[in-house]
Each structure stands twice: as C-alpha cells, then as structure tokens.
C-alpha cells in the first residue's frame, strides 16, 4: 500500500551546472518522506527537450528562460519555476590575443544550437557591438555542445562558444594535448553587462514546471525549494556535488565538473523574483525577433 502513495516525479536538464541540482535532488531523495521520488533524464539537443514537454514526458525541466517563453507563448502554458543561471556561456579560444568580440571580426567561430540560447545571446552583442561589420564574423553551427568542443579541440576552428561544463571540459583535454593551447577568451555575461548597461542582468537558464503538475502549487513550492537547497548546496560543496553528477555524467572528468560549479556561481532566485530581470531581457531580444520569446510577452500566470 505505501508504494501507491509515492508520486513519482521526472526530472530532466542537459548536460550543463543548470542541471546538477536536478540530478542531486535525484540522488539524495530528500522528499521521500513527503510521498516524492524524483528521478533524472537528461536530454541531448532542443529538439528532444521540446519532445519531451509537449508529450509531458518530464515533469520538472531545465532550460534556457527564452524556450520557457516559447513554449508558454505557443500554447503550452508550462510555468517558469526559477532562474538559476546568469553566468555560464565562454567564449574558448586558440588565439592568445582574443581580448573582445570585436576581435572576432573575419573570422569563424563555432556555435551549438542554431536559434538558442547561445547564438541569440552572441548574435543580439555582435549586432550591437559590431553593427553592419557583424555579419564579418562567420558563425558555424555545431548539432551539439560535444561537437562544437570536438571542432575546436581537433584545431578545425579556433575558437568556440561553449557552456559550463563543456568549457571547463575542453581546458582540461587541452591540458592534456601540447598542440592545442586554449583559454577562455570572452565571458558573454561580463560582455552583456559593459553592452547593455540598462539590461545588465543575463538570466540564461532555469527550471520550469510542466504542464502535468503545474496547476500544483504546493508541490511546485516543494520542488523549488529542494532545487534552491541543492543548489545552495553544490556551491557550498562542489567536489560532493561533482561526485554525484559523475553519475549521470560519468565521461566528463571530475576536475571539470568542480570547475564548472566555480565558475558558474549558480544563484537560483524564483522567477516571480526575477520577474524585472527577465522581462528587461525579454524586451531586448524581442526588439531584434520577436520570433526569440514567442512573440509577445509571457502572461503574469507565466512566474512562478
């Protein structure tokens, strides 16, 4: 009779720090007690995340708060649970001297996901920085963050636009090879803050409560809360956070999962609290597509 009484609830996020709450809350199972078992799945590319919430496949999901916007602007009123992450993106470069986006003017770098995240947030800082010299700046696109590391790593491309902790995992391989020689040239979050100075805040990614258990609120409240504990956390406690992310990322070294937790600095607020960032950031990526956040934007109900 007890195992009738367990909701279980799915987890899921990429391969990225946003995540390594989620697989945290997955492993040490800390609402047990309240009749809740979490478990994690983890998906590879945004074609398979948008699979898996509009089939209601993940309860609980990870992802960028631009995709959170589409979803609920399309129909799909899924709720934006929290912001967790403000500081995640790099760009890794060959090139000692890559001091500025300016500086990758006639020349190419690759990019994961086409119309994400990452090359929405570098396309809206070229266009602003570089105005009609942006489009000197060849933008290759990589299916995902493995083969955008893989390019730059092989020396295909010098330089790339990676997240954490991809970023920390290519310094590390380059560590290890003496042909290579990469550095992080450009953190994005930093190059936001000195672009648009009224719009300083980058709310990259956080966790949004689907369809099929957003209408909960006490178990919204519940999961948000465990999220910002094992966030808190895995800041406090990187190498036992990376322990058990290695479990579900067992091919990424553990010296670069601690690396990623450091320099990410995850800082999970709700979304009801990052309401001012988030429409600020919204604004700003409308004005330049619409298309970016769904066209229009998110309804009050949308923050929770």
Not at 80 to 92: A, D, F, K, P, T
Not at 134 to 146: C, E, F, G, P, Q
Request: with cysteine; charged share 20%.
């Amino acid at each position: 009779m007890a195992s009738a009484q367990v909701k279980p609830i799915t987890l899921s996020g990429p391969a990225a720090v946003v995540s390594y709450p989620l697989m945290v809350m997955a492993q040490q199972q800390r609402l047990s007690d309240q009749g809740i078992e979490f478990n994690f799945v983890r998906w590879n590319n945004p074609d398979q995340l948008r699979a898996m919430v509009i089939g209601q496949q993940v309860d609980f999901s990870a992802m960028p708060s631009n995709l959170a916007a589409i979803f609920y602007n399309r129909g799909h009123k899924l709720s934006l649970l929290n912001i967790s992450v403000w500081n995640i993106m790099w760009v890794l470069s060959n090139d000692s001297e890559l001091d500025a986006l300016s500086d990758l003017q006639g020349k190419e770098i690759v990019v994961p996901f086409k119309n994400d995240m990452p090359s929405i947030v570098l396309r809206q800082l070229l266009s602003t920085q570089l105005g009609d010299k942006a489009d000197t700046v060849k933008i290759r696109y990589s299916h995902n963050l493995m083969d955008a590391t893989q390019l730059l790593l092989a020396g295909k491309v010098d330089h790339a636009l990676l997240i954490e902790p991809i970023a920390s995992v290519a310094l590390f391989r380059s560590q290890h090879n003496p042909k290579i020689n990469i550095k992080r040239g450009i953190n994005i979050s930093q190059q936001w803050r000195e672009t648009f100075p009224d719009t300083p805040k980058l709310p990259q990614a956080g966790i949004i409560a689907n369809t099929s258990v957003n209408q909960d609120k006490q178990l919204l409240t519940r999961v948000n809360n465990e999220y910002i504990n094992a966030t808190n956390w895995c800041n406090k406690s990187p190498a036992a956070c990376a322990d058990i992310v290695s479990h579900y990322l067992p091919k990424i070294p553990k010296v670069a999962l601690i690396d990623a937790i450091k320099m990410t600095q995850l800082n999970a607020i709700t979304a009801s609290e990052a309401k001012a960032d988030l429409i600020s950031f919204y604004q700003l990526l409308a004005s330049a597509d619409p298309k970016r956040i769904g066209g229009r934007l998110p309804q009050a109900d949308f923050y929770q």
